[in-house]
């Protein structure tokens, strides 16, 4: 062991209950005449401060060994002083350098320094009893109450709004082991209990619901109606998300008024347009959203639902910027918000492949399709292949069978036996030149294809005429009118004009009777 460690210090001052890691180093600091990062450096024997780093967040364990050594305290309540005990239980895991959820910034660089308002305070418990000191749970963005003294938290000092740095942090004017409240800015007293009578009231159920979260902090999961036990850094994940969604643009300002018009609490004084971070928000805006989102939660899931589809929010809105979603959460989202699919029984997809089944012919081919037969086209593409086999194998229709195309798309197929076709004829000159003029015409040009050869007008009409007169399918026309794409382009082209339906009425008039 180090030699640093042999000796004890001359003032070995415990850590008081729920006490944070940097108030006790502070106290200590004052009580041997040092500020605390000239006490840090010496008790380190080394040039950088500790302190550099939020101490609280537990991430230097040699300050801790050599705290808990010098002043003859047990090591795990030394570690209890940090905030390293909510890892897992808040969030998954706690930044030991940077920013974390729920944990306040305290603000120790340069860029940050002034602006940060990360410790907080009660000031009636610091005016009060023998050791001033501050608590551990002060550093946590959902705490925003004194349940002891029912009121508001404060988070700067409420005569200059300087933010509170324990680390300039003297001895208090009683000659004690506790910490000055006297602000290093103004040199005004923190603890001045008239500034407490400006803030607004504390209601009972703002103090049940931070004893509910700190509870749930503490021991790790929680108890949610209808659902039943939750691990506490999922439950944490979802009071975020919605203070987040409460902050967050127009959706946030429309549910804000809501909970405000039917709940009547109170609204924020400013509104943003972009993703907020809820730790770096002040007391006052927390409170405020924690309440509302206290009224969501409050009869889960039946107001949250309410609140949802009364302002249109969307499954996007709900999920947005989340790294993970808990189950519990989704599936509230999931079976209450979302538009499902109509799982269709039975008996509904055997009545739609008979009615199906009687708008085609012998041959597997189609008579004609009104708008009801497409809408039960539509319906048979959204099952699955195999519901509609296995209902089809029980209709046995003799002498038809359904083709298994694997893309969704039911239809008949002619049977082998039936397989003769009417031989091609091309439209006669006689019947061509009444009809060409009714034809529209495309200036010429040259198609650079793949071994295809383009195909003129008049052969295209007569595969057109071929199609209609024997009522087969495009992908079985006769090679002799060239490809069944190139003849279908041109079809698909020409039916947009005026003449063409007169044109193939036309052509078929002349074609049954010989021409």
Not at 16 to 34: F, P
Not at 70 to 75: C, D, L, Q
């Amino acid at each position: 062991m180090n030699h640093r460690y042999s000796r004890t210090w001359p003032v070995r001052l415990a850590p008081q209950e729920n006490e944070s890691c940097s108030s006790w180093t502070a106290r200590l600091a004052s009580a041997h005449g040092l500020d605390a990062l000239s006490f840090c450096c010496a008790a380190l024997n080394t040039r950088h401060s500790p302190w550099l780093r939020d101490i609280d967040r537990g991430g230097n364990r040699d300050l801790l060994e050599v705290l808990s050594s010098k002043t003859g305290v047990e090591i795990e309540r030394a570690e209890r002083t940090t905030l390293a005990a909510y890892e897992g239980r808040i969030s998954e895991r706690i930044n030991l350098k940077g920013n974390s959820r729920w944990i306040l910034p305290i603000g120790l660089n340069y860029r940050s320094k002034g602006n940060s308002f990360g410790q907080q305070y009660c000031a009636r418990c610091l005016s009060e009893g023998r050791v001033c000191y501050y608590r551990r749970d002060w550093r946590l963005a959902f705490i925003t109450l004194c349940v002891r003294h029912r009121v508001q938290l404060f988070d700067r000092c409420p005569h200059c709004a300087a933010p509170v740095d324990n680390r300039t942090a003297g001895r208090s004017r009683g000659g004690g082991s506790g910490l000055s409240t006297v602000c290093t800015r103004c040199n005004n007293d923190r603890s001045d209990a008239d500034d407490i009578s400006n803030l607004p009231a504390v209601t009972a159920a703002e103090i049940s619901f931070q004893n509910s979260l700190l509870q749930t902090a503490e021991r790790g999961w929680i108890e949610i109606p209808g659902v039943g036990p939750v691990y506490s850094h999922l439950y944490f994940v979802v009071v975020r998300r919605l203070m987040v969604l409460l902050t967050t643009g127009r959706i946030g300002t429309a549910v804000r008024q809501y909970i405000n018009r039917k709940y009547d609490s109170g609204d924020l004084d400013k509104e943003r347009q972009s993703y907020v971070t809820i730790e770096w928000l002040d007391v006052g805006t927390r409170r405020m959203l924690l309440q509302m989102v206290r009224e969501l939660l409050t009869g889960w899931p039946h107001r949250f639902v309410e609140c949802c589809k009364a302002n249109k929010l969307s499954r996007q809105a709900l999920f947005n910027h989340m790294r993970y979603i808990p189950y519990w959460y989704w599936n509230v989202v999931r079976w209450e918000l979302a538009v499902c699919r109509y799982e269709a029984t039975e008996q509904e997809i055997e009545a739609a492949l008979r009615y199906l089944y009687r708008q085609y012919d012998q041959y597997g081919n189609a008579r004609y399709f009104p708008k009801e037969v497409r809408a039960v086209g539509v319906f048979l593409n959204s099952i699955t292949w195999r519901r509609k086999e296995k209902l089809w194998q029980k209709l046995r229709v003799p002498n038809r069978r359904l083709k298994a195309n694997r893309s969704s798309q039911t239809r008949f197929q002619q049977s082998p036996e039936s397989n003769e076709l009417p031989k091609p004829q091309m439209i006669s000159n006689r019947i061509w030149k009444q009809v060409r003029d009714l034809i529209p015409t495309r200036r010429p040009y040259r198609r650079i294809s793949k071994g295809c050869v383009a195909i003129d007008d008049k052969t295209a009409l007569s595969g057109m005429v071929y199609i209609l007169a024997t009522r087969c399918t495009w992908d079985r026309l006769p090679a002799e009118f060239g490809t069944h794409h190139q003849v279908y382009s041109k079809f698909k082209r020409w039916r947009r004009t005026e003449g063409f339906t007169a044109a193939m009425a036309l052509c078929l008039q002349l074609y049954s009777g010989g021409g």
